[in-house]
């Protein structure tokens, strides 16, 4: 993929587009308006796809039939559209530096032990896009560079997911990797730049759990949808109201908070940077909306966030 090329494609998407809020000091390189004119055959020009956080839960949700499976098969039936391509970024792809799978055909990541074997079973033989790959891989301009994967493939935070989207598998999925030494802000900053990939028929799909820790799980409680500890609910409430009032900065700064609520909510901060990377492409004005927005298990909730999505 040529330079050139890829320059186009993220100038159609707008990626010059001011942040939502300041970052404190961090000024991403934005393409300049000759790179921005660059690539229109990659991928046509396309209305705005919605981009979606998808709280991902168990793998097990792969297999069920439940309340959250239900969330996500009725998003489906909302969008609409056949993307070109998606772009996941999961919590379970973690990398010094910034990947994206290149692959022609990604393998299913089995990524996860003690579930029954039909969990194993499980194969989600969506295409890649090495097209695509290349060229977020090549681009000059977006003040981070993103190295091209051909090991990797799509692991359960992805597939488990998007196979309620697509069943057919017939959508080429990407995944980008997490940087593990980005803070949240860098991460929302790259959002910035990419998130015109949007209007290029590119579902972005940031995949994981607002409020994650496993350690404190309330396992005689597993399937009690609705069943948060204190902490949780205090977590998520404030989360859920960032998210409405568009106060990005608040959802950047949640991981490194002082408060008890968000130092249990988020201990580690993998299945939390996925929402960044949905919030950094958020449209000025754009509709935001929270479905399976339930916690369970005490210390875990399922609350997904979708960008632009049709009413």
Not at 73 to 99: D, F, I, M, Y
Not at 171 to 188: C, F, G
């Amino acid at each position: 993929m040529k330079r050139a090329a890829f320059l186009k494609l993220l100038g159609a998407a707008g990626v010059g587009s001011a942040l939502p809020v300041a970052l404190g000091g961090l000024r991403p390189n934005l393409l300049s308006m000759n790179e921005l004119n660059a690539w229109e055959s990659v991928l046509p020009a396309t209305d705005r796809l919605p981009a979606l956080f998808l709280g991902h839960g168990s793998p097990m949700n792969a297999i069920e039939d439940n309340l959250f499976v239900q969330g996500f098969k009725n998003l489906a039936a909302k969008l609409h559209v056949t993307p070109a391509a998606v772009l996941c970024v999961s919590a379970h792809w973690e990398t010094r530096g910034t990947q994206v799978t290149a692959m022609a055909q990604p393998r299913t990541i089995h990524d996860f032990g003690g579930f029954p074997q039909a969990l194993f079973d499980v194969q989600y033989p969506a295409p890649g896009h090495p097209e695509l790959a290349n060229a977020l891989a090549t681009a000059e301009g977006l003040g981070h560079h993103v190295a091209t994967d051909h090991e990797w493939g799509l692991d359960h935070g992805t597939w488990s997911v998007v196979k309620h989207l697509f069943p057919d598998a017939d959508v080429p999925v990407l995944q980008l990797s997490l940087d593990r030494n980005m803070t949240p802000a860098q991460h929302y900053a790259l959002a910035g730049q990419l998130k015109r990939l949007r209007e290029r028929g590119v579902l972005v799909v940031g995949s994981g759990n607002m409020v994650h820790n496993l350690r404190m799980v309330d396992w005689a409680r597993m399937n009690d949808v609705g069943h948060g500890f204190d902490w949780a609910l205090e977590a998520s409430d404030a989360m859920r109201g960032w998210i409405l009032e568009g106060n990005h900065r608040a959802l950047m700064e949640a991981p490194a908070s002082a408060q008890r609520a968000f130092q249990l909510a988020i201990p580690t901060a993998e299945h939390y940077l996925p929402l960044m990377y949905v919030l950094g492409m958020q449209a000025p004005n754009e509709r935001v909306s929270l479905f399976n927005d339930n916690a369970m298990a005490g210390s875990l909730t399922m609350t997904s966030v979708a960008l632009g999505l049709p009413s």
